[in-house]
């Protein structure tokens, strides 16, 4: 019976196609407090533990935990495992963020142009963004009279919760535990830290952390464990079962999230030509997730009183082409260079690692001093 590991060999698999799928869904479920405000109801909320959009959020943390955690196992280097993952966000938040502030910013303010770019507000929302730290959502004049409220892209709040999960993995990475021997000590620590702060506030939704690690750390279980984990519709029934039964108890979001995590690993292996087809396209999840709010801001803006059913075609009509542009001029061309970077700044590191602190040549060298910057085994040929 095919595994979960066969899903980490290669490329012939459905993830992309469930990462675009899961970025329209979050596309979908924002419409309706962009629309109506913030108090609609989104799809799924009253008969799932949570909405749409954040389940569809979760699928994306899911396959990222795995995928993350393989590109760990296999790396090069520390570095070029932080390189890549650099190119994979950072490239294309900036690209959004600048248009936002350039061109989005300018043709929806209240302002004159002169009061917008002379806030300081304004020049504050491409680093504070772009850093995920403390994140500005609204620029000065713009949306003021949206349902939703000013906010410009509500989407970017999990990027620093991504980005702290990629962190996650290096420190338990170096720390030896990504190993099926040691991993079931990682994943014990983690279930009494979750406990402790669910038990905190038992009435309470999660907090952010628990929400996004959750998932994040069942892809990477699924991962570690792959091997050991069998690919089967029958699971996928079981495990869907299971979750109705917990419905109404404490535990039944952990339940719906594990059984929701199974369902899109098999979902992945099907193999059906019309949807490995998708995999010729490229992956346009990102670039859906991050420009899809800001349109959906602007169409909210510009048709006043449209209802979530007639933004969505429309926002999905600009998104997917902004989506496409991100992917082949900004996303792929920036990843093309991962490797070589994370390369050449690994060899770099080695160089300044073991350079010794004076010149072999000096008269203040130490005899039998080498310059190991200069060693065959440490430069490029």
């Excluded at 490239?91 to 917008?116: D, K």
């Excluded at 620590?189 to 996004?212: I, S």
Aim: proline content about 8%; aromatic content about 12%.
């Amino acid at each position: 019976m095919r595994t979960i590991e066969s899903l980490a060999r290669g490329r012939d698999n459905n993830f992309n196609l469930i990462r675009v799928v899961a970025a329209a869904a979050v596309l979908v479920s924002h419409s309706w407090p962009i629309a109506l405000g913030r108090g609609a109801i989104e799809p799924l909320a009253t008969v799932a533990p949570t909405n749409l959009g954040r389940l569809a959020v979760a699928v994306f943390f899911v396959v990222s935990g795995f995928f993350i955690t393989k590109s760990f196992d296999r790396r090069e280097s520390v570095i070029a495992f932080g390189v890549a993952r650099v190119l994979r966000i950072f490239p294309a938040l900036l690209i959004v963020l600048l248009l936002t502030l350039l061109l989005l910013g300018p043709v929806f303010t209240r302002l004159p142009l002169a009061e917008y770019f002379g806030s300081l507000r304004t020049w504050a929302y491409v680093p504070r963004n772009f850093l995920l730290v403390r994140l500005q959502y609204d620029l000065p004049g713009v949306f003021p009279a949206n349902p939703a409220g000013p906010g410009i892209n509500g989407s970017l709040w999990t990027l620093w919760y991504e980005v702290s999960c990629y962190a996650g993995v290096v420190a338990i990475g170096l720390a030896g535990l990504l190993r099926p021997r040691r991993f079931p000590g990682f994943l014990t620590a983690y279930a009494v830290l979750y406990v402790v702060l669910r038990a905190r506030q038992p009435a309470l939704p999660p907090t952010p952390f628990m929400e996004l690690s959750l998932p994040f750390v069942i892809g990477a279980c699924c991962y570690v464990f792959g091997r050991y984990l069998p690919l089967s519709f029958v699971f996928v029934v079981l495990l869907a079962g299971v979750a109705a039964l917990l419905h109404g108890t404490a535990v039944y979001r952990e339940a719906f999230i594990c059984a929701l995590a199974y369902a899109v690993f098999w979902l992945a292996a099907i193999e059906r030509p019309t949807l490995r087809a998708y995999n010729q396209l490229g992956d346009y999840s990102y670039g859906m997730y991050i420009f899809a709010f800001p349109i959906q801001q602007s169409i909210a803006a510009l048709m006043p009183g449209i209802a979530p059913g007639a933004l969505i075609p429309a926002a999905l009509a600009l998104t997917i082409p902004c989506a496409v542009a991100s992917w082949h001029f900004v996303e792929k061309p920036a990843l093309a260079h991962r490797h070589r970077v994370g390369h050449r700044l690994t060899l770099y590191w080695q160089q300044v690692r073991w350079r010794p602190r004076t010149d072999p040549l000096s008269p203040g060298a130490m005899p039998g001093q080498m310059d190991l910057s200069r060693d065959s085994d440490v430069t490029t040929k």
